[in-house]
């Protein structure tokens, strides 16, 4: 195997130099003070303690930067993993526990082995059965579901019990009258700064001066005084080894879940690397994204990092840094480490309730409402896939709602491939080469005896039987056309199934005095046709390479004494016949 497949860091690391190293250090510093309030949040938001957020910013984000094929690509903590790794977990252990950590390694590290075993296997197409809608929906589901988490926190009441959406709602109201106004006012100090400042100097670590802004708020009013709770000290130490539970227990419990995560990851890392690399002009191989990102988890398990993507944020930001290798990721990954060793008891400072101020500016961001109202205009099936995922994901868990979206995609998309387009075509009078158009575009006359029709689809198994009841409707609605002549330029696929109805409907069409052609087949669809004995069955004689060949051919097996009476006249073919009032006289 070649080397540079298995080190990929070998193919870019000759475009390291001193320029571009210089570049990548700026864009990595910048990435690691955005990274250092939001790994706080996000572990906040997996029910982990706040450190771990900053771990998984750390380890994986190196693995996944020189085993991935993205030059921008950053990976780390985010969002959407994040929370479903808490509704995943948390009904499991309590959060926060050493029982609840180790689990959330473990189901890291398996979500690890889907991706490392998807990606050795060459399956990275199959991320692009997670639609766009499916992806957006689950977004906004989990923006929702990240807000109302931290609601509690922002009110300075205790948190709900439950899980259920709606229950953690109604314990809301309940609590609404022992709301702490010190909590809620140093939140919306928060947010409010969060909000300016990403309005008027969108270039800064707006958060982290936000929730600087927040905890000297809290000094002012005596907040600890008055009930306001802290995050506390974060330990200043580098990753600790961790030991996730291989059991073959502990393995199958959270396999589901771990299959989620892992599908999740991957739509998150691909089409953060594929929307930059539009603008690179770098080819991205999904494959070796899945290898990176995989390892990236298996290796993150063992130095207590939780489950970790492809960050929208922090790979937007590297790009605008003028980032030119994955260098910058890796010095991303190392300036954090030593931010964690200097900066990490500062934390002791901040309050809870302005986190909860953040992640509520956090969790409207995820909402993209401009993509939400294209689809809503653009497409019902896609809108209705995006709306069963978003609410799917407030209602059942969230696994599971990633399941739904992905499988009703995939219903709306077989539905789509079983059922061929039959289009009706037609000479135009009005074309100096007498082009084909649809009649339902354009009416013009159809030949009195022949029926053109262009198929556009594959024809399978899943729809072998709409394309036979098709021809039947043909046959019925159209009995004097008793020649039909199917146009397989759009055919792009046939299998046996296909191959039998085809041959099947021809015979059948020829037992009721019909006659079934065929035209402009694509050489994969004729191999199969004549591999199979298909072509042989169906008659080779009534198969033509063009149209333009079986028009001359199918026009002398006519009816001459109806072409004498004839005066739609369609095809150039029809000029050698007598004219109307020539056969009258």
């Not at 990976?75 to 929370?83: E, F, K, L, R, Y």
């Not at 692009?128 to 923006?143: L, M």
């Not at 003028?322 to 931010?339: C, F, I, N, Q």
């Amino acid at each position: 195997m070649n080397v540079k497949i298995m080190l990929p860091f070998l193919k870019w690391w000759p475009l390291v130099t001193r320029r571009t190293l210089r570049v990548d250090m700026m864009a990595g510093l910048t990435g690691a003070v955005i990274v250092l309030p939001q790994g706080v949040a996000f572990a906040i938001i997996a029910g982990l303690p706040p450190q771990y957020g900053l771990y998984a910013a750390i380890v994986p984000t190196i693995i996944a930067a020189l085993f991935g094929s993205s030059r921008h690509l950053i990976s780390g903590p985010t969002t959407a993993i994040s929370i479903v790794i808490f509704t995943a977990i948390s009904p499991l252990a309590d959060p926060a526990t050493a029982a609840y950590i180790q689990l959330v390694l473990t189901l890291t590290f398996l979500a690890g082995m889907f991706q490392l075993s998807l990606g050795l296997a060459r399956l990275g197409a199959l991320v692009n059965f997670v639609s766009h809608s499916v992806v957006v929906g689950f977004t906004a589901g989990a923006a929702i579901l990240i807000a109302t988490s931290q609601l509690s926190n922002l009110l300075g009441v205790p948190g709900s019990k439950r899980h259920a959406f709606i229950h953690v709602w109604a314990d809301l109201f309940n609590s609404l009258s022992h709301a702490n106004p010190y909590a809620v006012a140093v939140g919306f100090a928060t947010l409010a700064a969060a909000i300016v400042l990403r309005i008027y100097l969108p270039r800064w670590p707006g958060l982290l001066f936000a929730m600087i802004f927040g905890s000297l708020i809290s000094l002012v009013l005596h907040g600890v005084e008055n009930g306001l709770r802290l995050v506390g000290s974060l330990p200043a130490a580098l990753p600790p080894l961790s030991s996730p539970d291989l059991t073959i227990s502990a393995l199958r419990k959270l396999a589901p879940a771990a299959l989620a995560v892992a599908m999740l990851g991957l739509t998150e890392a691909v089409s953060i690397a594929r929307s930059v690399a539009t603008r690179t002009h770098q080819r991205i191989d999904s494959n070796q994204e899945f290898i990176g990102q995989g390892l990236a988890n298996i290796i993150g398990s063992f130095f207590s990092s939780y489950a970790s993507s492809g960050s929208f944020t922090r790979t937007g930001l590297n790009y605008e840094a003028g980032a030119r290798t994955p260098m910058a990721a890796v010095t991303a990954a190392v300036a954090l480490a030593l931010m964690v060793l200097l900066i990490a008891p500062l934390t002791a400072y901040l309050p809870i309730a302005s986190m909860a101020g953040v992640l509520l500016l956090v969790a409207y961001n995820l909402i993209d409402f401009h993509h939400i109202r294209m689809i809503v205009k653009t497409s019902r099936s896609e809108a209705a896939v995006l709306g069963v995922t978003f609410f799917a994901t407030l209602l059942v868990e969230l696994q599971f709602a990633i399941y739904m979206g992905v499988i009703l995609s995939l219903i709306l998309y077989l539905n789509r491939t079983s059922h061929p387009h039959f289009i009706t075509l037609a000479p135009d009078p009005d074309s100096d080469r007498r082009s084909f158009v649809n009649v339902i575009n354009k009416p013009v006359n159809e030949c009195p005896q022949l029926k053109i029709i262009r198929v556009d689809g594959s024809l399978f198994f899943g729809a072998a039987d709409h394309f036979a009841q098709a021809l039947r409707n043909i046959a019925t609605y159209s009995p004097e056309q008793a020649h039909i002549l199917l146009v397989g330029s759009g055919i792009n696929f046939i299998d046996v199934a296909g191959a039998e109805t085809l041959v099947n409907e021809a015979h059948r069409l020829h037992v009721t005095g019909r006659q079934l052609y065929l035209c402009s087949l694509k050489g994969e669809v004729m191999e199969v046709l004549v591999r199979g004995g298909y072509a042989k069955r169906f008659g080779e004689a009534y198969i033509f390479r063009s149209k333009s060949e079986a028009i001359i051919s199918i026009v002398n097996r006519l009816d001459p004494e109806r072409c004498r009476e004839c005066r739609a006249r369609i095809f150039r073919e029809c000029s050698a016949m007598p004219a109307p009032e020539d056969a009258a006289g």
